[in-house]
């Protein structure tokens, strides 16, 4: 019996070992092909930024060499934004804004049937951003590359230095972002981007780290609806109730705080 024993708890032993090491093999291997479609989707995603795609600049261009924003432009940092934010952006751009999804039922010999319009409103709204430039570039860009692109942008780093501004107006500010202006049913910028503006998620970027430049112009777009794809229209109703004051005042506000980001996953 301790023969039997001996030899019964040595297959287990084996087969054990070849589990183990069949398993740590094919998790290696896993792990290895995910590391490589990943770096093949980055130097992808490299390519289009630095050279451009179907005849349009490169992103470079307008958005820096790192993807820290040109200022002067008004062209946004899209460094270490999440993936989900700038594919979403890059789709609303190649939308043709006269194409909402709106179909008709061919009239009915039937008369007992009404014809119907069928709108699907998560292409309606929220979906278009009208920006000549980057309409032209999104357009010519397939899903895929904009999933590459946006990879890229997400795996880089950024570093933003605070902007300089007077008491007064970082006072307003902050009052604005961390407070809102509830008697307009305005809630605080940081009830939905964080309290330091960091974002949330897919739906919510990060607003520190951006010129102020660039948030007064993306405010002004909201109230004019030629931006108009935001989650359950949050930013279009809210951009309505601020004056031209509480733009700068907010603009100011977030960006004078420094931000750091290192990027999800390094450039090739």
Not at 80 to 85: D, F, Q, R, T, V
Not at 141 to 150: F, G, Y
Request: charged residues 20%.
């Amino acid at each position: 019996m301790d023969y039997l024993r001996k030899r019964t708890l040595m297959a287990l032993s084996i087969i054990l070992m070849v589990s183990a090491s069949s398993f740590g093999i094919a998790s290696y291997y896993i792990r290895f092909h995910n590391d490589a479609a990943d770096t093949a989707v980055l130097k992808k995603g490299q390519l289009i930024a630095n050279t451009g795609r179907g005849g349009q600049p490169a992103c470079v261009n307008c958005h820096g060499a790192s993807g820290e924003g040109i200022r002067a432009v008004g062209a946004p940092r899209l460094a270490g934004l999440p993936i989900g934010y700038i594919e979403k952006q890059l789709q609303d751009f190649a939308r043709n804004p006269l194409k909402m999804g709106v179909t008709l039922d061919p009239i009915a010999h039937d008369y007992n049937k009404t014809p119907r319009v069928q709108v699907d409103l998560t292409t309606l709204t929220p979906g278009v951003r009208q920006r000549d430039v980057m309409n032209a570039v999104a357009a010519t860009l397939s899903t895929q590359e904009m999933h590459e692109l946006a990879r890229y942008f997400n795996s880089l780093s950024y570093n933003f230095v605070a902007l300089p501004s007077d008491p007064e107006t970082l006072e307003r500010g902050a009052d604005l972002a961390l407070r809102g202006k509830p008697e307009y049913g305005v809630p605080a910028c940081a009830s939905c981007h964080g309290v330091d503006g960091q974002g949330v998620g897919a739906q919510f970027p990060p607003i520190v780290g951006q010129a102020p430049e660039y948030i007064i112009q993306q405010l002004n777009l909201w109230q004019t609806g030629a931006r108009d794809n935001d989650h359950m229209a949050l930013m279009r109703n809210i951009a309505e109730q601020l004056t031209d004051g509480d733009k700068i005042n907010v603009a100011a506000y977030f960006a004078n705080m420094s931000v750091s980001s290192a990027g999800e996953g390094n450039a090739p």
